[in-house]
């Protein structure tokens, strides 16, 4: 099946600095990408759609100002995790559906293999 | 939220079929169910997902009641690394969006 990548698989950073992971499509072109966070022994929740060329949609109750998403081609999305705090301390997971003429209903979405964070 | 209900647990023995069920009573006439099984500390495995007929591959069945209320994943000759959580999932309508419930952790014994 095709490939979702993500950099870093793990990462720890300092409190109140700032860490970026990317997502990346390595064998398709993928204009949507989602931005997933799990916390331990919890389901993966969505955090935001990344959209090539355009501003991201943020679901309810995520920080835009705080986990900022750019989506500048179509191979690449890149959350970044502002002025981190402990509690942001989270599996990080993206998916991402091929780019195809086919019918939208029918594609398969392929998730990353998914980034630790810990902040200390 | 989440479309689907799923029970929280089961446990099969190596080498019998896993039947895992679905509950999506609300879904809409184009919303896809999906299934994705993750194992701990990895991203979702895509399994398989269908509309309203049956499907296979090479993984899993999938079956979709008439109604297509509910559903059920079936791995065939279940194995130890079948050991996951198992997510049933109705992509919304018209995006690529997959809300994720508490899906069923699978345990398969020796």
């Known amino acids: 099946g095709a490939v979702v990548s993500q950099h870093p698989s793990w990462v720890i950073c300092k409190s109140g600095t700032s860490v970026k992971i990317e997502c990346r499509s390595l064998?398709?072109?993928?204009?949507?990408m989602f931005w997933y966070r799990q916390f331990p022994k919890q389901s993966l929740m969505l955090m935001a759609t990344?959209?090539?060329?355009?501003?991201?949609?943020?679901e309810q109750g995520v920080e835009k100002d705080k986990f900022l998403i750019n989506h500048a081609s179509l191979t690449l999305s890149t959350l970044t995790v502002t002025s981190a705090h402990p509690e942001d301390s989270s599996f990080y997971i993206c998916?991402?559906?091929?780019?195809?003429?086919?019918?939208?209903?029918?594609?398969?979405?392929?998730f990353g293999e998914g980034s630790w964070l810990t902040v200390v | 939220d989440a479309k689907t209900t799923q029970p929280p647990s089961m446990d099969c023995a190596e080498g019998r079929a896993a039947n895992l069920p679905c509950n999506h009573s609300?879904?809409?006439?184009?919303?896809?169910v999906y299934w994705y099984r993750q194992i701990h500390s990895q991203g979702p495995q895509y399994i398989i997902h269908?509309?309203?007929n049956n499907e296979t591959n090479e993984m899993a069945s999938l079956i979709i009641t008439e109604d297509r209320k509910s559903s059920t994943l079936i791995l065939p000759h279940a194995t130890l690394r079948d050991t996951a959580v198992y997510y049933c999932?109705?992509?919304?309508?018209?995006?690529?969006?997959?809300?994720f419930g508490t899906g069923t952790r699978l345990q398969v014994f020796p």
């Open positions: 609300t879904i809409s006439g184009n919303e896809y």
């Open positions: 064998d398709f072109q993928a204009t949507t």
């Open positions: 998916s991402a559906r091929v780019l195809s003429l086919l019918d939208r209903a029918g594609n398969t979405i392929y």
């Open positions: 999932i109705v992509r919304v309508a018209d995006t690529d969006k997959l809300i």
């Open positions: 990344s959209n090539e060329g355009s501003k991201a949609t943020y």
């Open positions: 269908g509309l309203k």
